[in-house]
């Protein structure tokens, strides 16, 4: 699967990805350097400069289109793409490639005053207005309809088109309406989707523990999406909602993708996900996808950011199972939607960049070429500022064009299979973070960022991997609060440990199935054999409160009362009682973590299981991170980014 080769026709193939990535690499000389152009907000001695800067740029790939449906079907069925056509053949006469976006991220005004039934509704029966952007229910049949004829209009129009090179369907889905639409034709796709799930209302009835407060269902249309009730709602209602939305607004990628499937069967196609979110089920929609997209905006005012960039793009790696991913838009310097927005330092969106490419970027895009003159986002930056050409910005943005450009090799280049890799899993990150819960302070994103940050600190090479594959490339398998599993995950869990892999898991774990029933006889339910102890009783911390361990350092957030059943102590806390244990199991080990240990003991408790797992880590100081890329021809490209100096090598 690793290697890069050539088709027979000499197009070159793409190292992992769908065969027909090969279109977008063929478009581009190096690393895609560009973002989101927005060309309908400018006149026409801009749009002459920008061929101009794009050039001195070294921009190869631009966005178009992303919001412009109000623009091309100005009124019903009354396309008008003569204005984009000007731009395309611009583009590909400069060079640049494009990645051209379905428009249907927000529809026109005109929508919602026809159809107000395609506004989405909250929880608490407030449609959402008009106004801003992504203003449509997921569920609707009467905007898909008119989404997928647009999608038809475009495909068919520029499907030979030679700027097109990859296709961007609508904009980061579920950004702003992800979970909440309750309308009508919600509520009714929602329980079909539950017909499907379920089959019989009492299949369903079981599932959600109904006979709990007096919830059983006698008919379908008792059922609604979970909305704003007197008090704690049904967790397996809640939970199958947070599915379905997933799913719906995964059918809406679905409709438009069968169109550009069926007219430009050679092109493919990504869409752009939101940085790392409960929302949408990353793994279920990158399988279908030709090659994944993400956003990222690390806040320059908060150093713990770097570590959580680089997170996200191991989640991005990990969704292909190594495929090279693309960074479809960062800022090149402030945002403007912080309360407070930081401005990126000189030399600060150049290691922003690499630090993606070291992670398995093929691209560092923008948000966005230009800054826009009005509008909800002048202040957000842009790689051609409100000063124009004659500032630090500009000039850094042509720095870094020209220096990308210098490494053609690393386009489409192989990140290195790491030895180590997180456990990642949606349904359970949306079960462990409902309410009604011992605390409210076991949250997955922190969790997970609490066991990453430890190998990324020793410049250890993490890999994020889901419940369904096959973990046996890996050596060393953190898995933070697996609230919500499945006896079978669990069983293949324990397989891999008994075969000879080294496991961590946290606190939390092991609690409920995939309808948030507990797994009876004892926590931590399944994995008490894996792991040689039991669970009786939570105890979860105070706010800010600690419990310190007898050798020094403390436990925050949580603690449990361990009985240990074969395992053995590693960490105890001052009063004797086990806080970390390690439990032989088969050829392996299983280590548990029945706290959160402060930072300091939680990267000397991951130094002790990445030793029992024959983990290596670099001779690199703290703050600088290594990562290697492997080009076409065998050859090891080492990127080194120094957070510290703020500087990068490549070689
Ligand atoms: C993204 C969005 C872009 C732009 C950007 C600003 O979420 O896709 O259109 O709004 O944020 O940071
Ligand atoms: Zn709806």
Redesign the pocket.
Known sequence: MYGQGTFEDGQRQPAVGTARLAHFYDRLDSIAYGGDYNPEQWGPETHAEDAELMRAAGVNLTTVGIFSWAKSEPAPGAYDFGWLDAHLDRLADAGVAVCLATMTASPPPWLARLHPETL??MADGTRLHPGSRQHW????PVFRQYAVRLVEQLAKRYADHPALALWHIGNEFGCHISRH???E??TAAFRRWLRARYGTLDALNSAWSTDFWSQRYGDWEEIHTPRTAPSFRNPTQRLDYLRFSSDELLDCYRAEKAVLDAVTPGIPVTTNFVPLAPTLDLFKWAREMDVVSYDSYPDPHDPDSVHEAAFGYDVMRGLRDGQPWLLMEHAPGAVNWRTRNGRKPRGRMRLDSWQAVAHGADSALFFQWRQSRGGAEKFHSAMVPHGGRETRMFREVTELGTELADHPALLGSVPERAESALLLDWPNWWALEQDAHPSADAAMLDAAHAHHRPLYDASVPCDVVPVDRDWSPYKLLLVPNLYSVTQETADRLSAYVAAGGTLLMSYFSGITDEYDRVHLGGYPGPFRELLGLSVEEFDPLPEGGTLRFGGGGEGTLWSEELTLEGAAPILTYADGRPAVTRNAHGAGHAWYLGTRPDPVTMRAVLDRARLDAGVRAPEVPLGVQVRTRITSDGRRVRIRLDHREGTVTVG
Not at 137 to 140: A, F, I, K, Q, T
């Open positions: 989405p509704v229910c997921p569920s609707s639409c309750h309308c034709v919600s």
